[in-house]
């Protein structure tokens, strides 16, 4: 089970930091996505972090965004810098028993149920 925390309402060029909870004793195994889906689009792959600590993140969010985990916490963050009304979306995590960090949806097995974050201009 994955649960989020940690969204809300900003303004543009403010902060916002997500964090993902997860229950069982394998969290260092997976592979840690956060998606997000925008009213009438697709659900599209923002960021993910390996079970090594490598990071992967789509263009549109690099130098603003930065994923970290901490498993003895079970838990993975998302640090949101910068803002932008085009960030207003619902944000998922997701978990994947992968090595690296996959981009598409399918490949993922766990996810939460969401997170509303609203970017205001």
């Known amino acids: 089970q994955l649960v989020e925390s940690g969204g809300g309402l900003v303004q543009a060029g403010g902060s916002l930091r997500l964090s993902c909870t997860a229950s069982?004793?394998?969290?260092?195994?997976?592979?840690m996505g956060w998606f997000r889906q925008a009213p009438g689009k697709e659900r599209e792959f923002v960021t993910g972090i390996n079970i090594g600590g490598g990071t992967y993140y789509t263009d549109s969010v690099k130098g603003r965004f930065t994923i970290s985990r901490d498993n003895a916490k079970n838990t993975v963050y998302l640090q949101m810098n910068s803002l932008k009304p085009e960030d207003t979306a619902v944000y998922y995590c997701?978990?994947?028993?992968?090595?690296?960090?996959?981009?598409?949806?399918?490949?993922?097995?766990?996810w939460g149920h969401g997170t509303q974050v609203t970017v205001s201009s």
């Open positions: 997701a978990a994947a028993r992968s090595g690296a960090v996959p981009t598409t949806a399918l490949s993922y097995t766990y």
């Open positions: 069982g004793r394998t969290f260092s195994s997976y592979a």
